[in-house]
């Protein structure tokens, strides 16, 4: 029987909850109600055949569908005579929905919300029509992102770190793990000058509303065992900030940059150089330092889809970049150590040489299977050294 019971009227309106509709209503959004809801009944050729499953569907639904109202028509039948039979289905207030799926509780947090928001920021209701969902899952956290969002609307661009902030209850991981709603209701708030719009996303919030950021930095070891930058003879494994890294004067020609940090930190002795600690997709660090367009720049990345996409990037910065251990001969000696790609990168890209390409175009291709890949730390450390001798 596919004729409308009680739990189909429950499941139209959980509906219109789960949609957000409903809980939108509450923070006053559009108007729901009265509202018709779907309704399926039977025909006049099942009046007549299942006359006595038909008078159990009436009374089901005349009986459990509560905080509902009834249309009825009169419907004549030649052998059965008259008889009355639902044909509309109304849910006629808010309170009534409500009620139907038991969200009354939900319902008394989100408008409390809404009032709340409504005497400090206004300016916000538009975000609770929008996604009172969301705002309902963040009920015990609402009252201190308001805080948040009003301090930083009286004290624009402060440039301070987030630890810095000074608000009863509010802590810097409050913050940082609402960065993304935190961006949302800001945007709605404050003027224009005080959002930097270059700047976005999570990684981004604090460049984006004035906060001091955590300074990037650099990571870099030295492999030459006559240079000695720090003193005594231990590991010259060193970290700067991307500032003073820039700054730096330093007696190298070669540079490497690695992506694993075991090879960075096996790397070995070579004169005259140093390997950096990679950064994957971002090179802003590597970048901002200009000293390096004056040496000789080697990338060791994974031979896969995604290492050749890295590399393209990197000549951005630094065009004169030449790949190390991503040819198609260290490929095929490591073959029995190849493994797979998750997520192939499928992009053309347009800064490799011919021979990158066409090893990358194979690769992207499944030339030798599918998504096949050589990480770079697979690659064997006799194999490494041979090839440093022969640059």
Not at 16 to 28: F, K, N, S
Not at 121 to 140: F, N, S
Not at 187 to 213: N, Q
Request: aromatic share 10%; proline share 5%.
């Amino acid at each position: 029987m596919s004729w409308t019971t009680p739990a189909d009227v429950r499941a139209q309106v959980r509906r219109l909850w789960d949609r957000g509709l409903l809980p939108a209503q509450l923070v006053g959004g559009e108007e729901l109600f009265p509202r018709r809801m779907t309704l399926k009944g039977p025909g006049s050729k099942e009046l007549a055949e299942r006359f006595d499953e038909v008078r159990s569907w009436i009374a089901r639904l005349d009986g459990e569908a509560k905080h509902c109202r009834l249309v009825w028509r009169k419907v004549n039948h030649r052998i059965l005579g008259a008889n009355a039979v639902p044909a509309e289905i109304w849910i006629d207030s808010l309170d009534d929905a409500l009620c139907l799926i038991g969200r009354q509780k939900d319902a008394q947090r989100l408008a409390a919300i809404a009032e709340e928001t409504r005497k400090s920021l206004p300016e916000l209701i538009p975000w609770l029509i929008k996604r009172p969902l969301r705002a309902l899952d963040l009920a015990d956290e609402w009252t201190r992102l308001l805080a948040v969002v009003q301090w930083l609307r009286e004290n624009p661009r402060p440039g301070i770190y987030l630890r810095q902030i000074d608000l009863a209850g509010v802590h810097t991981k409050l913050i940082e793990g609402h960065r993304g709603v935190l961006s949302e209701l800001l945007d709605l708030v404050l003027p224009a000058e005080a959002i930097d719009s270059a700047c976005s996303g999570v990684a981004g919030f604090c460049r984006r509303y004035g906060f001091r950021d955590k300074p990037p930095r650099v990571r870099f070891r030295v492999l030459d065992p006559n240079v000695r930058l720090l003193p005594g003879r231990e590991e010259q494994d060193i970290t700067l900030t991307r500032r003073s890294f820039s700054s730096l004067e330093l007696p190298f020609s070669k540079v490497f940059i690695t992506e694993n940090e075991v090879n960075f930190l096996a790397f070995p002795a070579i004169p005259e150089a140093l390997v950096i600690f990679g950064a994957g997709y971002g090179f802003d660090n590597l970048a901002s330092a200009p000293w390096l367009n004056e040496k000789e720049i080697y990338y060791w990345g994974d031979i896969d889809t995604h290492g050749f996409a890295i590399l393209n990037q990197l000549r951005r910065f630094f065009p004169h970049t030449r790949s190390f251990l991503m040819d198609r001969r260290t490929f095929l000696v490591h073959r029995r150590l190849w493994g797979q790609e998750t997520k192939p990168e499928t992009a053309n890209l347009d800064r490799l040489n011919e021979e990158e390409a066409a090893l990358y175009h194979q690769l992207r291709d499944n030339h030798w299977g599918e998504r096949i890949r050589l990480e770079q730390e697979r690659i064997g450390f006799d194999y490494l050294c041979n090839a440093l001798d022969s640059l």
